[in-house]
């Protein structure tokens, strides 16, 4: 296995941006939603259409508003599990946080058998053909509070880490072989974090030794899962 990280700070006029790109080849995996027999072709799904379609799936116009202390969006795009979204947002009226599930399992999976079905690449008819299940979920400020306390122990180790151990330049050009594609996006006021890292799977029963903000979105993913629903459609 050959890991790759790179960590850039962005600095903008109002904001300070953490961008973090992991590269993990596992050798031994199978390629995602490729088939590698002799003399088989298949028809690719663009990066570009699979980016748009979960776009369309899981929306982020939530951070649009501005109209918040701070909010979290946490996505997992796993290689073989369903797909899922997490928003924790707080307002001055008290703390809202959704989940996000694919009903139709994996949306690379799905989004290639529709493409060899019907040959459309067309993002927007292919996302109608996911089901999405949304459920608002019940949380105690004072477990959002040691979410926040966490995330800033894990960011401030991650900036510590990689001050003296980044390879190569940031970039966009992520090979996909096998894991999940952890994405990470939280505003607060002038600061802004961007993350994106592909790791070890979720679900899986041995993971590996995996980077703070990793460790700390399947922590809240898994407490999230546990807790009970407000309401769900």
């Not at 570009?48 to 776009?55: A, N």
């Not at 190569?168 to 952890?182: C, D, E, K």
């Not at 903000?213 to 459609?233: C, D, F, Q």
């Amino acid at each position: 296995m050959i890991k790759k990280a790179a960590l850039a700070y962005i600095p903008r006029s109002r904001s300070l941006v953490l961008c973090l790109f992991l590269l993990m080849v596992n050798t031994n995996a199978n390629t995602h939603g490729q088939n590698l027999s002799q003399g088989t072709v298949v028809q690719r799904l663009s990066e570009e259409t699979y980016k748009q379609v979960l776009d369309l799936l899981f929306p982020m116009d939530v951070l649009k508003d501005n109209n918040f202390e701070f909010a979290w969006v946490l996505r997992f795009s796993p290689s073989e599990a369903a797909d899922s979204q997490i928003i924790i947002i707080k307002r001055a009226g008290g703390i809202e946080v959704t989940e996000s599930l694919s009903l139709d399992g994996n949306v690379y999976a799905k989004l290639t058998e529709t493409l060899e079905r019907t040959g459309s690449g067309d993002a927007v008819k292919m996302a109608k053909q996911i089901r999405i299940r949304k459920r608002v979920v019940s949380v105690r400020p004072s477990l959002v509070q040691y979410w926040l306390d966490d995330f800033a122990r894990s960011v401030n180790v991650l900036i510590g880490t990689n001050k003296t151990e980044v390879a190569g330049q940031p970039g966009t050009g992520i090979v996909f072989l096998h894991g999940t594609s952890y994405d990470l996006k939280y505003e607060a006021g002038a600061i802004e974090v961007y993350y994106s890292v592909l790791g070890p799977e979720i679900g899986e029963a041995s993971i590996p030794k995996t980077l703070p903000l990793e460790r700390w979105m399947n922590g809240v993913r898994r407490e999230i899962k546990r807790l009970p629903s407000i309401a769900s459609r």
